[in-house]
Each structure stands twice: as structure tokens, then as C-alpha cells.
């Protein structure tokens, strides 16, 4: 089997490039083994659910995890676009870079334009400490803890799936398009796409099912 296999053909018109609105409008499938498959919407999820089903949450926040800035190395200076993965430390994230093969170890990178009143309230600047064979880069900042969230969140713009952010560019209202309506606690690097769908009338107590305060519905 090869992954061609699985190819088709998606014309550019159906290719959502803004959430439905509202949320619970998106379609929904109800597949059930021994059933047929059913075209709903999410605004119905609560009617069919059954006693005993769990929905499990994650209630992370996305932070605006694209950085953009420029390398420095020997008074060069080129572009640079660094998306963050993974947190290891509070002052080193795990990155993927473009363009990351012509970054070195030790380089300096600066985000945010040097114009931009936000660098020089909370300047942004890391040292490429590592680089690894799955083409990740380890980034070693000069801020720490909640210091360094404040400067990404000031420096950074929010992580638009590249199917989108091919065909435009971001703005305002993606800060909130991608962010769930129960978000609690930052630590996301990409939208939990699928609670992108849920709105507050789903949790109100009318609904069939008892919401639970935690992520979980029972």
C-alpha cells in the first residue's frame, strides 16, 4: 500500500478558509458499526450520545506559537520563520525552522522586526544550541519562564493550519477562531481542532447530557 493510494482531488472552492459560524453548524458524522452512516450536525452531538459515553477535553490554550525574525552570523542576516513544539526547559523549546538547513549551532536568532514596538518592550532572542536528524532545532532563549511566555505572546502569531495560511494571511479574528471556547491553560502550539466546534449553548444544562466541570461528560 502507498500513500498515493489515499490521494483525491480537492477542488480549491471546498477548502474552508474561515470556522463555521455558528460553531455547532459544522457537519457532523455518525458512524456506529452495523449502522448506517448518518450527516448531522455538531449542534445535535448531545442527541446521541448515550448513557455511559465519555468525552475527554483538552482544555489547553493555543499560544501564538509562529515566530518570525532573522538569523545573525558574522554580521549577515537572513529570514527566518520558527514554529514552536515543544517546551524542555523554561528557557529552551524545541522548534521547527525555515529555513532550518542553513541554520548553525550557536547562531543568533532576533524575533520580531526590529521596528515593531513590541521587540523593544520584550526583546526576543535565542541561540540555536542544537540540531537533530528529524530536522528539529533546539532553541536556547535569552528570557526564562513567565518572562519568555510574555515576549511570545507579544513577538508571536497564531499557528494557522498551512492549508490556510497558504491561501491567506492571518489576522485578528484567528485569536479567537482557534481557541476552543473552554481554552483554560496556554500550552497548545496548534488548534485542538476538533472542540473547534463546540459553543456554550452545547454545555448549558438543558442539554441531554450532564456536562461534567471537568473535560469529561458522563
Known sequence: ??????????????????????RDSARLMVVRPGEAVVDSVVSDLPAWLRPGDVMVFNDTRVIP??????????????????TLLKRLAPDRWSVLAKPGKRLQVGDRVR????????????????????????????????????????????SGRMPLPPYIAARRPEDDRDLTDYQTVYAREDGSVAAPTAGLHFTPRLFEPSSPCTWAPAPSCR
Open 1 to 22: 500500500m502507498k500513500t498515493s493510494d489515499f490521494d483525491f482531488h480537492l477542488p480549491d472552492e471546498r477548502i474552508a478558509l474561515r470556522p463555521a459560524e455558528p
Open 65 to 82: 506559537a509562529r515566530l518570525f525574525g532573522v538569523r545573525e552570523r558574522d554580521g549577515v542576516r537572513a529570514g527566518l520563520q520558527a
Open 111 to 154: 524575533f520580531a522586526a526590529e521596528t515593531d514596538t513590541a521587540c523593544a518592550l520584550t526583546p526576543l532572542d535565542a541561540r540555536v544550541e542544537a540540531k537533530h536528524p528529524d530536522g528539529q532545532i533546539t532553541l536556547a532563549f535569552d528570557l526564562a519562564g513567565p518572562a519568555l511566555d510574555d515576549a511570545v505572546r507579544a
